[in-house]
Each structure stands twice: as structure tokens, then as C-alpha cells.
T-cell receptor, first 117, second 111 residues
Framework: AQKITQTQPGMFVQEKEAVTLDCTYD???????LFWYKQPSSGEMIFLIY??????QNATEGRYSLNFQKARKSANLVISASQLGDSAMYFC??????????????FGTGTQLKVEL | DAMVIQNPRYQVTQFGKPVTLSCSQT?????MYWYQQKSSQAPKLLFH???????NEADTPDNFQSRRPNTSFCFLDIRSPGLGDAAMYLC??????????FGPGTRLTVL
């Protein structure tokens, strides 16, 4: 079974609009962390935002927020006020266990976001 | 700025000719990772070092080896590259329990 599922292979959004990228996950570990990374065409993976399974509030980092719905096992990324530079591939990832040697990440298949004028 | 550096950014090798990719970090992180990312796919973890302890993923082919001579450097050796090994290779580092910081990647072409 897929541990991380991103059902949107591609998304389009107009500049200055908000966009939500979907991510659902599957784990039996009560302790886990969820991450979103951005990968521009240059290839580098850029860390955006993190949500721990015990965090009570949704994580926010500037224009990025994570809509964490634990019961539904979803961790959607919301980008507000989209900019042309937001065009990239976005990966959702999960780490099972919050600490411990080697923080193995399992990645979803990604969503390609294109911001249009 | 503290960062993760990968050299070279682009590597071309011939089928069966050994190749080494390098990664260095100035973050002083104790964990280092190597991922393989094929076109339009998610990164796939090959192995990681927790300090000097090497952890190989069960499905990583024997063709892939790694060395970590010190905290700052980690190498990926591909002993006999095949056409199927053409990919982006991403190095990442982290502290225990922390988020992973990625380098810019090395794009490997196998002729």
C-alpha cells in the first residue's frame, strides 16, 4: 500500500490566487512527521514546511500552510498568493517515528504546479 | 552560508565504467543520505549514514556503494553503471529528528 499519496499529477493556478495541493498518508505509527518539499526544474529539493503528528496547530511558514487533518490522514499544502516562482514540483513526505537515528523519508509521487499570469 | 554541496552537477559516464559522486556539508549534521530520483518519479532512498553507521535499504542494488570518510563528506560509488542507473542523485543531511536539507543533485548520464 502506498504510504504517501498525491492524487494530483498536475495543477494550474493563476498568479495571486491560493492553491491547495493534496496529500494523504498511511501509517500505524502514532509518532510521525509530515514534510513538504519544492523541487524546481534545477533539481534541488527545498524544504518548505513540517507538521509533527502531535502538533495541535497547523504549521505555517510565510505563504505556506499545512492543513493537517489527522483523522482523515491528510496533510494538504496551501500556498497563498501564488507567484510565478512557485511553479515547480511539490513532494509530500513522511517520516515514521519522530526521532531516532536516520530519519527515513517516504515521498509521494509529486504534484507539478504551474502558476499562470 | 552553511549548505550541502554536490560535485559534479552533471556527470557523463560510459556503460560499465565506475563513477563516483561526491557530497559535502558545512552543517555539521550527523546523518547523511543518498537518494536516486529517476525522471518524473519521487526520490528513492538508497542508503544513509548515521554518524559512521551505514544503513543500506533492502532493495538497493549491490552495484551502489557508499563511503563516509568524515562528518563532512560522503561519496556514492556506482561500480558498473547500467543504462537504468541514469538519474538525478540527491544527497541530503539532517540532525537526528530534524528535517533533511538537500544538495542541488548530480544528474548522471550513462552512454
Amino acid at each position: 500500500a502506498q504510504k504517501i499519496t498525491q492524487t494530483q499529477p498536475g495543477m494550474f493556478v493563476q498568479e495571486k490566487e491560493a492553491v491547495t495541493l493534496d496529500c494523504t498518508y498511511d501509517t500505524s505509527d502514532p509518532s510521525y512527521g509530515l514534510f513538504w518539499y519544492k523541487q524546481p526544474s534545477s533539481g534541488e529539493m527545498i524544504f518548505l514546511i513540517y507538521q509533527g503528528s502531535y502538533d495541535q496547530q497547523n504549521a505555517t511558514e510565510g505563504r505556506y500552510s499545512l492543513n493537517f487533518q489527522k483523522a482523515r490522514k491528510s496533510a494538504n499544502l496551501v500556498i497563498s498568493a501564488s507567484q510565478l516562482g512557485d511553479s515547480a514540483m511539490y513532494f509530500c513526505a513522511m517520516r515514521e517515528g519522530l526521532t531516532g537515528g536516520g530519519n527515513k523519508l517516504t515521498f509521494g509521487t509529486g504534484t507539478q504546479l504551474k502558476v499562470e499570469l | 552560508d552553511a549548505m550541502v554541496i554536490q560535485n559534479p552537477r552533471y556527470q557523463v559516464t560510459q556503460f560499465g565504467k565506475p563513477v563516483t559522486l561526491s557530497c559535502s556539508q558545512t552543517l555539521n549534521h550527523n546523518v547523511m543520505y543518498w537518494y536516486q530520483q529517476k525522471s518524473s518519479q519521487a526520490p528513492k532512498l538508497l542508503f544513509h549514514y548515521y554518524d559512521k553507521d551505514f544503513n543500506n535499504e533492502a532493495d538497493t542494488p549491490d552495484n551502489f556503494q557508499s563511503r563516509r570518510p568524515n562528518t563532512s563528506f560522503c561519496f556514492l560509488d556506482i561500480r558498473s553503471p547500467g543504462l537504468g542507473d541514469a538519474a538525478m542523485y540527491l544527497c541530503a543531511t539532517s540532525r537526528e529528528g530534524g528535517e533533511q536539507f538537500f544538495g542541488p543533485g548530480t544528474r548522471l548520464t550513462v552512454l
